[in-house]
């Protein structure tokens, strides 16, 4: 069984950085794209960041030159470094990842969630 789980979120102050983490475990093939996605209160969940396993990556308008991803594929680990956080920026933020297992190739698998706050 696949899992993903995230650590990183919290409590900032506008203008502040929080980094974020996301480990897959389990029967894996492979990994293929890595995100984050995020869901502000009474909105929908939006794509911030992707990574490809070869390390492209493509970002959001609005986080674009503030956050940074990025991966280690040994570790099947992805990071996001977010910095110049806006309250804007206030969601909780899953992790994703397509991942192929015996059971599938390319299936999407999600993280519980992790809290971030941008607030005075």
């Known amino acids: 069984q696949v899992q993903l789980v995230e650590s990183g979120g919290g409590l900032v102050q506008p203008g502040g950085s929080l980094k974020l983490s996301c480990a897959a475990s389990g029967s894996m093939f492979s990994i293929n794209d890595m995100g984050w996605y995020r869901q502000p209160p009474g909105k929908q969940r939006e794509l911030v960041a992707m990574i490809t396993r070869g390390g492209s990556t493509n970002y959001a308008a609005s986080v674009k030159g503030r956050f940074t991803i990025s991966r280690v594929n040994a570790k099947s680990t992805v990071w996001l470094q977010m910095n110049s956080l806006k309250p804007e920026d206030t969601a909780v933020y899953y992790c994703?990842?397509?991942?192929?297992?015996?059971?599938?190739?390319?299936?999407?698998?999600w993280g519980q969630g992790t809290q971030v706050i941008v607030s005075p």
């Open positions: 994703n990842a397509k991942i192929s297992t015996l059971y599938g190739s390319n299936s999407d698998y």
